[in-house]
């Protein structure tokens, strides 16, 4: 069954893109609807991937941005967040899109445990699938996010002294914030000291069932199978994990495995304690050694955290020793507080996720519909070994990864820097030898190297193969607003290439 919308019929979306792809209530059951108004420009290259969608199951370019699972299936069900979110994506329908702006319609969704306490503490909160995660802290006090007042209209009084929408206003700028300075004390302090991170909006699904190792085994491209077992605890980036969980559901429906993914995204916390002192508060915060030698890194225990049971995951995305800890909902507060208390000597802070895309593309990391969209590859990426090329454990796309390694790649991701402190923000055109080759998906600015950092796919304009020696040979510029910067580019992260702080290894 196919939905499509009807012209001219004014049909405005709650982030003003289309709904296409499958239903994920219904399989089988397709949209191409709400092109708010832009249906004769769309409709046409909507009109081929949508039927691609349905013929494949998957459309040829990247539509993760139309696609109806971006959305979490307890705000669609919802109608005060529908009328509000359509209400302001329609009123700000011509209105300049800022690299850090956030909605003030249907905000408040969903709040994880430490909401209030974070709020109290000056957090400026994002809004990501519905969640309030933290953006940055605000070292001037408080600024909740208020309910929405539909910028005045309808008889309904507007919020005045709204500190939050001050801040907003603040960021409307293709420059540099007026709290770069802040974002960058967060980096810097979980950099040399701890910092620590509510990233509770991630989803937390738990895959299990008899034939759990089967699913696992086709749906990763790694070999998750280091102890024998049959359950899998997955804990996936909030802003995609509607995404993911109908994907993942759609393939162990596919394949006939006997095994059941469910969620328990609402009744967990989590909180990541970054940086080089994280091992010296967490070691009095929880029951277990934290040495190298008992807790190595990237491995897991269930341990006790002030009296809490938790599960410890010895990971980092920020690239520095830490750990995560996964608490059960009524036990959030009193581990956070305890790792608060344990970490006052050391200047503990609290961090958001601004600082988090600061330091994850520091390291190299990926983040998921920017370095990495459903039209990439693990190897275009630098990926390679998340997979398990080396054995001989089939899994999804193996077959494709096989080919691509053996004919070679002609685009892969490249990291970036300029000398200039100029503020880039992703689609900044890419130039090799004057000749343009791509574009950042990504880029921010790296607070300990002290240098704009961005991450683009490159081509090679001869449809060559694009290796090393293609990037090492190249003189590379980026244009930013008509402007050129001479850009340096590299083949390893230019922060910690031999990844030793995350292995607890500091000069």
Known sequence: YLVLSQWPTESFTADHKPLMGEAPEVRGFFLGCGFNSAGMMLGGGCGRELAHWIIHGRPEKDMYGYDIRRFHNSLTDNNRWIRERSHESYAKNYSVVFPFDEPLASRNMRKDPFHQVLTEQGCVFQERHGWERPGWFNKDGPAPVLDYDYYGAYDINKNVNYKYNDLLGKEYTFGFPPHHDVIKSECLTCRHGVAVFDMSYFGKFYLTGPDAKKAADWLFTADVNKKPGDAYYLAIGGGVAEHNWNHIRTVLQDEGFKCQLTDHSEDMGMISIQGPKSR?????????????????????????????????????????????????????????????????????????????????????????????????????AGLAFTCKLKSSIPFQGRDKLEKQKQEGLSRRIVCFTIDEKEPMFGLEAIFRNGVPVGHLRRSDYGFFIDKTIGYGYIRNPDGGVVNNDFIKSGDFTLERMGVTYKAKAHLKSPFDPENKRVKGIYA
């Open 280 to 380: 010296d508060v967490l070691q009095e915060v929880l029951d277990t050694d934290l040495s190298n030698e008992a807790f190595p890194f990237s491995t897991h225990k269930v341990v006790s955290a002030a009296g809490h049971q938790v599960r410890a995951m010895r990971l980092s995305f920020v690239g520095e020793l830490g750990w995560e800890l996964h608490i059960p909902k009524g036990s959030c507060l009193p581990v956070y507080n305890a790792v608060m208390a344990a970490g006052a000597k050391h200047g503990i802070i609290n961090s958001g996720y601004r600082a988090i895309d600061s330091l994850s593309i520091e390291k190299g990391y990926r983040h998921w519909h920017a370095d990495l969209r459903p039209d990439d590859t693990p190897l275009e």
